[in-house]
């Protein structure tokens, strides 16, 4: 998947379709991550997520993986300059070239929803062990309800979406990954979920099991 061709109208069409019910949604969990010391983020975007992080949290280390370029530029751009020495990006796809460290928090938001399953299968084991286990892994994404209208008015939309992506970025997935699954197989339980638009959108905040 290649964002760059999009980069500069994103948040355009972003509020066009969805006004700002993507950001509520991204930034619903920010308490969860308001103590957290070193966060990673996967699949920033334009910045408008890290630039309020950074904010709410102002002593947190971030760690920022984004593949395009021009996105990376966007959110470089968002951060005042006595937060840059507190931001790492790091272009890399995925987990590539990232220091070998533990994460209070890792932070997801429509990043997973880009994974084909067996990227999904892959790729989360291998971030859960970054993640410290008193941590938390925060998720806003789409989601596609059980049954009923709201899975139908989902299912309208994500095939819309999912075509438009595949057409100008490269995207390859078709449909969300059973993210939750995989979460699950790696030893993350659900601790928090909210829903936005009929049930299309949702956050949630995942954590390892007690030991007790």
């Given at each position: ?162 075509s438009f992506f595949a ?46």
């Amino acid at each position: 998947m290649n964002a760059d061709p999009l980069a500069g109208v994103y948040r355009t069409l972003e509020y066009l379709a969805f006004g700002r019910a993507l950001e509520r949604c991204r930034f619903s969990l920010l308490d969860a991550a308001s103590t957290a010391q070193r966060i990673l983020i996967l699949g920033e975007g334009d910045g408008r997520f890290l630039a309020r992080l950074l904010a709410h949290n102002p002593e947190a280390r971030v760690d920022v993986v984004e593949a395009s370029a021009r996105m990376l530029a966007l959110a470089r751009a968002r951060i005042l300059p006595r937060d840059s020495p507190r931001v790492r990006f790091f272009p890399q796809d995925a987990l590539r070239g990232l220091p070998p460290i533990t994460y209070d928090a890792i932070i997801t938001n429509f990043f997973l929803d880009c994974l084909t399953a067996e990227e999904a299968r892959q790729f989360i084991p291998a971030a859960v062990q970054l993640l410290d286990r008193q941590g938390c892994w925060l998720v806003g994404d789409f989601h596609l309800p059980d049954a009923g209208l709201r899975r139908w008015h989902a299912q309208v939309w994500l095939a819309a979406m999912y075509s438009f992506f595949a057409v100008t970025t490269g995207l390859r997935a078709r449909q969300i990954p059973d993210y939750p699954l995989d979460l699950s197989r790696a030893g993350l339980v659900r601790q928090e979920q909210r829903f936005w638009r009929w049930g299309l959108l949702t956050a949630e905040r995942y954590g390892f099991a007690s030991d007790s």
